[in-house]
């Protein structure tokens, strides 16, 4: 069974680009939540989908960052203008509906360096 | 609301040591708690949870944890680090569906 995939793993962009970031959960998992981890830091909580629901999104850190998931299944988070402390790696995750025990499987990340 | 705090951002241990990295923890709600470790230029991968039951709890890779209600603890322990364990360490409680990860710790093992 595959894990939790991100693409892509490495991007460089120039500032003021828009970039697009994918992932694909573990099948099944109807949970799925974008982080931030900045150099240093721990992990920034960005956005959270579960099955049909709405997405919260109390986590994004301005308006141009936004999120979709298509078919209960892959997401993409997408950042409009891009600004050089956008830089970090940006993680997926994904777990089974299991309330307030979210056990969760990390993808490896997409690093982000904006010029 | 839910916080978690590693007191330590760096721990370095020769090998063959015996290492300890802490957590504490607060929350309003049931607690369920978790470490996980991110080799370098990889994701997060779960060592262990606490759910219920007995307050140690037993990982993979030889780690272990204890839960401690009244210190609000949750600190991992190897009784012997290898050079491969050198990694970034995180604690994470839940209780809400959206953990709260800590800052991380780094564990550095030196030859």
């Known amino acids: 069974g595959a894990g939790v995939s991100q693409s892509p793993s490495n991007k460089v962009t120039e500032k003021g680009k828009d970039v697009e970031l994918r992932c694909d959960p573990i099948?099944?998992?109807?949970?799925l939540y974008w982080y931030r981890q900045s150099l240093g830091q721990g992990l920034e909580f960005l956005i959270y989908?579960?099955?049909?629901?709405?997405?919260?999104k109390s986590g994004l850190p301005s308006d141009r960052f936004s999120a979709e998931r298509t078919g209960g299944s892959v997401s993409t988070l997408t950042i409009q203008r891009t600004q050089q402390e956008d830089s970090a790696v940006y993680l997926c995750a994904s777990s089974l509906a299991t309330g307030t025990i979210p056990e969760q499987f990390f993808g490896p990340g997409t690093r982000l360096t904006v010029l | 609301a839910q916080s978690v705090t590693q007191l330590d951002s760096q721990v370095p241990v020769f090998e063959e040591a015996p290492v300890e990295l802490r957590c504490n923890y607060s929350s309003s709600v049931s607690v369920y708690l978790f470490w996980y470790v991110q080799y370098p230029n990889q994701g997060l991968q779960l060592l262990l949870k606490?759910?219920?039951?007995?307050?140690l709890v037993k990982g993979i890779n030889g780690f272990e944890a204890e839960f401690n209600k009244s210190q609000t603890s949750f600190h991992l322990r190897k009784p012997s680090v290898h050079i491969s364990d050198t990694a970034e360490y995180f604690c994470a409680v839940g209780g809400s569906y959206i953990p709260t990860f800590g800052r991380g710790t780094s564990l550095i093992v030196h030859p």
């Open positions: 099948s099944g998992h109807t949970a």
């Open positions: 606490y759910l219920s039951g007995s307050t």
């Open positions: 989908f579960q099955g049909n629901s709405a997405p919260d």
